[in-house]
């Protein structure tokens, strides 16, 4: 099987999981933990094509997650569109945002694409803000985000809203997997690690930045309108720069290096919410003493430090081989000679 | 051998995987199952108690404990107890929503008293309006979450003070010294969000309603959580203004007042600001101004009954603080649920509590004459105090405070709701 087909194949495997929980009972409490884990997991992962394949460090990426959420929510809201016309209207709006932030941004370098990410994303922040009449201001969009039936599909009823949001959670993973495993991006990983170099081997660095910012665009804009879906609201927090930060610590929790690395920092990050937020009020405290461990006891994710391990104990192996061999060789040559 | 090995591999697979799914139950699951045959009436709170308004949380929770304390002492409702779930949303709306959602279907609440600011409290709607359980929302100030009938859920009613009726009220009473003194030029200083945008601008409205003579001059808006006021003191002091209308509030107002005490602001013009009555905030200022009208919040002296004194004694010893403006509010939420059990015989039932809580009267000081109403028609609360007086730098706080008639604010109310769209 052809790694190509092997990730899709695990995709496939992944839906059937998530689709097998409320068939096994699971309360709604767990369905509603995947549902908002799903939307700050696509957050994250698609900061992560940044981050950790292009070296483009964004500091403004919740602007799309909002862009996403609130063009969603006000196409549903205007009685005018269907969920699947709303949808694909709210991921060509964050595109178009995103290729003009992007065409901007992505010829900065670290620390100006940086700042200059975040800076759009407080403009964008503080439009939502004051224009009110539109928008709802700091109330965000009140009043509920109607979900009329669709191909006989009903997303006012749970269950299938959570079935939606897997398909659309699971498809999300599998086009990411399958950009950063196709020649684009190992593209990305040159231009990460040398662009200079990237350049003079022909590849149109610029325009390589942008088509990987306006997909991950996109892709966080899905998570912004799962997000939406779930609460049945857009907040101008969605937008704003911690949601950005949020999504950085979920990758530092999970790891940068692993394809999923940035999702299982999106677990740990809601399960420690979740389970700080059942017993104490300080749950940023203890968010505070686990990224503390994680940076200064670990100094990388989980799945980015269980990889390292697995690739030093499979080199040790074949190290091993090697050496089992070549001891082979020299014991057959003394025997020969 | 190997296969042995494998075995083993595969049964501790097997046990990682139970742990897990144990693991994840436990989070996520198995207080529902637990806490839900326990037999106690679950209420469940979402809050704000961490960040700069830590203090709404906490003084909400005080308001409902104060209450329901008093009804487990008594035996509960017929021999259930009620027991608070309370948990913090950091003020963030979505993860109001996320946590109203986990009280309910996680914890086993059977009844939401949503003591979030106003975006968590629209959120916390949303939910309601899809599950369907009796829900108070006890701090919430903006008006159109119960007065647009297109945001109405039948099961979802308001305890908190609503801002359309402070405004009509303080704007009678900011006209009635406007005539008397002559303030015809006014500034305004708001912070920069929805409440306090339309804080003012119905306030004034008001005023200009009640006085022709008024004007406003200037306007200033600064940020929300701003550390410096001096620019937007130096607007305000530039306007030459009779007088000024403030709706910040908590540290903000705390922050403004010791600011613009340097610049002599207070002694230049006559100046009203809503929020300043309340404890936490008229306690705190270092230099307190004088002739500052304010609105009332709550206070020990307001009503000046033996009722309201004896309250406050016993919020202070049990809770070991003042209370607020949102304690009042959230100990009427509190009582109304509980008569709503009574009527119910217990039964949490949603539709069933709705029915026992419209229209509603309780007897409590907060109301003006010993009782508050929760209207049928817009499932709103009514008749509680609303009022000015002058603001003092020691106990009590205020003198001379006037309430507002009622009658005067229903008339406008309904004009109101006709210009907005809302009847």
Same mark, same amino acid.
């Given at each position: 099987?052809?790694?190509?087909?092997?990730?899709?194949?695990?995709?496939?495997?992944?839906?059937?999981?998530?689709?097998?929980?409320?068939?096994?009972?699971?309360?709604?409490?767990?369905?509603?933990?995947?549902?908002?884990?799903? @939307?700050?997991?696509? *957050? #994250?992962?698609?900061?992560?094509?940044?981050?950790?394949?292009? &070296?483009? /460090? %964004? +500091?403004?990426?919740?602007?799309?997650?909002?862009?996403?959420?609130?063009?969603?929510?006000?196409?549903?809201?205007?009685?005018?569109?269907?969920?699947?016309?709303?949808?694909?209207?709210?991921?060509?709006?964050?595109?178009?945002?995103?290729?003009?932030?992007?065409?901007?941004?992505?010829?900065?370098?670290?620390?100006?694409? @940086?700042?200059?990410? *975040? #800076?759009?994303?407080?403009?964008?922040?503080?439009?939502?803000? &004051?224009? /009110? %009449? +539109?928008?709802?201001?700091?109330?965000?969009?009140?009043?509920?985000?109607?979900?009329?039936?669709?191909?006989?599909?009903?997303?006012?009823?749970?269950?299938?809203?959570?079935?939606?949001?897997?398909?659309?959670?699971?498809?999300?993973?599998?086009?990411?997997?399958?950009?950063?495993?196709?020649?684009?991006?190992?593209?990305?990983?040159?231009?990460?690690?040398?662009?200079?170099?990237?350049?003079?081997?022909?590849?149109?660095?610029?325009?390589?930045?942008?088509?990987?910012?306006?997909?991950?665009?996109?892709?966080?804009?899905?998570?912004?309108?799962?997000?939406?879906?779930?609460?049945?609201?857009?907040?101008?927090?969605?937008?704003?720069?911690?949601?950005?930060?949020?999504?950085?610590?979920?990758?530092?929790?999970?790891?940068?290096?692993?394809?999923?690395?940035?999702?299982?920092?999106?677990?740990?990050?809601?399960?420690?919410?979740?389970?700080?937020?059942?017993?104490?009020?300080?749950?940023?405290?203890?968010?505070?003493?686990?990224?503390?461990?994680?940076?200064?006891?670990?100094?990388?994710?989980?799945?980015?430090?269980?990889?390292?391990?697995?690739?030093?104990?499979?080199?040790?192996?074949?190290?091993?081989?090697?050496?089992?061999?070549?001891?082979?060789?020299?014991?057959?040559?003394?025997?020969?000679? | 051998?190997?296969?042995?090995?494998?075995?083993?591999?595969?049964?501790?697979?097997?046990?990682?995987?139970?742990?897990?799914?144990?693991?994840?139950?436990?989070?996520?699951?198995?207080?529902?199952?637990?806490?839900?045959?326990?037999?106690?009436?679950?209420?469940?709170?979402?809050?704000?108690?961490?960040?700069?308004?830590?203090?709404?949380?906490?003084?909400?929770?005080?308001?409902?404990?104060?209450?329901?304390?008093?009804?487990?002492?008594?035996?509960?409702?017929?021999?259930?107890?009620?027991?608070?779930?309370?948990?913090?949303?950091?003020?963030?709306?979505?993860?109001?929503?996320?946590?109203?959602?986990?009280?309910?279907?996680?914890?086993?609440?059977?009844?939401?008293?949503?003591?979030?600011?106003?975006?968590?409290?629209?959120?916390?709607?949303?939910?309601?309006?899809?599950?369907?359980?009796?829900?108070?929302?006890?701090?919430?100030?903006?008006?159109?979450?119960?007065?647009?009938?297109?945001?109405?859920?039948?099961?979802?009613?308001?305890?908190?003070?609503?801002?359309?009726?402070?405004?009509?009220?303080?704007?009678?009473?900011?006209?009635?010294?406007?005539?008397?003194?002559?303030?015809?030029?006014?500034?305004?200083?708001?912070?920069?969000?929805?409440?306090?945008?339309?804080?003012?601008?119905?306030?004034?409205?008001?005023?200009?309603?009640?006085?022709?003579?008024?004007?406003?001059?200037?306007?200033?808006?600064?940020?929300?959580?701003?550390?410096?006021?001096?620019?937007?003191?130096?607007?305000?002091?530039?306007?030459?203004?009779?007088?000024?209308?403030?709706?910040?509030?908590?540290?903000?107002?705390?922050?403004?007042?010791?600011?613009?005490?340097?610049?002599?602001?207070?002694?230049?013009?006559?100046?009203?600001?809503?929020?300043?009555?309340?404890?936490?905030?008229?306690?705190?200022?270092?230099?307190?101004?004088?002739?500052?009208?304010?609105?009332?919040?709550?206070?020990?002296?307001?009503?000046?009954?033996?009722?309201?004194?004896?309250?406050?004694?016993?919020?202070?010893?049990?809770?070991?603080?003042?209370?607020?403006?949102?304690?009042?509010?959230?100990?009427?939420?509190?009582?109304?649920?509980?008569?709503?059990?009574?009527?119910?015989?217990?039964?949490?039932?949603?539709?069933?509590?709705?029915?026992?809580?419209?229209?509603?009267?309780?007897?409590?000081?907060?109301?003006?004459?010993?009782?508050?109403?929760?209207?049928?028609?817009?499932?709103?609360?009514?008749?509680?105090?609303?009022?000015?007086?002058?603001?003092?730098?020691?106990?009590?706080?205020?003198?001379?405070?006037?309430?507002?008639?009622?009658?005067?604010?229903?008339?406008?109310?309904?004009?109101?709701?006709?210009?907005?769209?809302?009847?």
């Amino acid at each position: 099987m052809t790694g190509r087909w092997r990730d899709l194949a695990w995709a496939g495997a992944g839906l059937i999981a998530l689709l097998l929980v409320p068939v096994f009972g699971a309360p709604p409490a767990i369905r509603d933990f995947i549902m908002f884990g799903m @939307a700050y997991g696509l *957050l #994250a992962m698609s900061l992560n094509l940044l981050i950790g394949y292009s &070296g483009l /460090v %964004s +500091f403004g990426h919740a602007m799309f997650f909002a862009s996403g959420a609130y063009a969603f929510g006000l196409a549903m809201q205007s009685g005018k569109f269907s969920i699947p016309a709303a949808f694909a209207l709210a991921i060509v709006f964050t595109a178009a945002l995103a290729l003009i932030v992007g065409a901007i941004c992505v010829r900065l370098n670290e620390i100006y694409f @940086a700042f200059l990410t *975040l #800076a759009f994303q407080m403009l964008f922040y503080n439009v939502i803000l &004051g224009w /009110v %009449s +539109f928008t709802g201001g700091d109330q965000g969009l009140m009043g509920g985000i109607p979900r009329p039936k669709f191909l006989g599909i009903d997303l006012a009823d749970r269950t299938q809203l959570y079935v939606f949001c897997c398909v659309a959670f699971i498809i999300c993973i599998a086009i990411l997997r399958q950009l950063v495993t196709s020649p684009f991006g190992y593209t990305l990983r040159l231009i990460r690690d040398n662009q200079e170099r990237a350049a003079f081997l022909g590849v149109n660095v610029p325009l390589v930045k942008l088509t990987c910012f306006v997909i991950s665009a996109c892709v966080a804009g899905v998570g912004g309108i799962l997000l939406t879906l779930f609460v049945s609201g857009a907040y101008p927090n969605f937008g704003f720069w911690t949601t950005s930060g949020e999504a950085i610590f979920m990758i530092l929790l999970g790891g940068s290096n692993v394809f999923l690395g940035p999702l299982v920092g999106t677990v740990i990050l809601r399960l420690l919410n979740d389970i700080t937020v059942t017993y104490t009020s300080h749950t940023e405290l203890v968010l505070g003493i686990v990224i503390l461990i994680l940076v200064l006891g670990l100094r990388k994710g989980p799945l980015d430090l269980i990889a390292e391990r697995l690739e030093n104990r499979r080199q040790a192996a074949a190290q091993a081989v090697r050496d089992a061999a070549d001891a082979g060789a020299a014991e057959t040559r003394k025997g020969g000679s | 051998m190997s296969s042995i090995g494998s075995r083993r591999s595969a049964s501790r697979r097997q046990i990682l995987k139970g742990a897990g799914v144990l693991a994840m139950t436990g989070v996520v699951g198995t207080p529902a199952i637990v806490k839900g045959q326990s037999g106690a009436i679950k209420i469940g709170v979402p809050t704000v108690l961490s960040g700069r308004v830590a203090i709404l949380g906490q003084s909400s929770v005080g308001g409902l404990k104060v209450v329901f304390d008093k009804v487990n002492e008594a035996g509960g409702i017929n021999g259930r107890k009620i027991e608070l779930v309370v948990r913090d949303s950091k003020g963030a709306p979505q993860e109001a929503a996320k946590v109203t959602r986990d009280l309910i279907n996680n914890d086993g609440c059977q009844i939401i008293i949503d003591a979030e600011a106003s975006s968590g409290a629209f959120a916390v709607q949303e939910v309601i309006r899809e599950i369907g359980v009796l829900c108070i929302h006890s701090n919430s100030e903006t008006s159109s979450l119960t007065a647009d009938p297109k945001l109405h859920v039948p099961t979802a009613f308001r305890t908190a003070r609503q801002g359309i009726h402070d405004a009509i009220g303080g704007g009678d009473y900011a006209a009635k010294i406007a005539k008397a003194k002559g303030l015809k030029k006014w500034a305004t200083c708001s912070p920069d969000y929805a409440y306090g945008r339309s804080n003012t601008a119905e306030f004034m409205e008001y005023a200009k309603h009640f006085d022709g003579n008024i004007q406003v001059v200037e306007e200033s808006w600064p940020k929300l959580f701003q550390p410096d006021y001096t620019e937007v003191v130096t607007k305000v002091l530039n306007a030459k203004a009779d007088a000024m209308y403030s709706a910040l509030w908590g540290g903000d107002l705390v922050a403004f007042i010791d600011q613009a005490n340097l610049y002599g602001l207070f002694d230049k013009q006559a100046s009203f600001m809503v929020n300043l009555g309340d404890y936490g905030v008229v306690d705190q200022v270092k230099q307190f101004p004088q002739g500052v009208y304010s609105g009332g919040r709550y206070n020990r002296t307001v009503p000046p009954t033996k009722e309201n004194e004896d309250w406050y004694q016993n919020y202070v010893k049990t809770q070991k603080h003042k209370p607020t403006n949102w304690s009042w509010e959230n100990d009427v939420a509190a009582q109304m649920v509980v008569e709503a059990l009574k009527k119910t015989n217990g039964d949490t039932n949603g539709k069933k509590l709705a029915e026992a809580i419209k229209g509603m009267t309780i007897k409590t000081q907060f109301g003006v004459g010993g009782s508050v109403t929760m209207r049928a028609e817009d499932n709103t609360l009514v008749n509680y105090i609303i009022g000015y007086g002058l603001s003092l730098s020691k106990e009590p706080y205020i003198a001379d405070f006037q309430t507002s008639p009622w009658e005067p604010i229903y008339e406008l109310e309904k004009q109101w709701k006709k210009k907005q769209g809302y009847a």
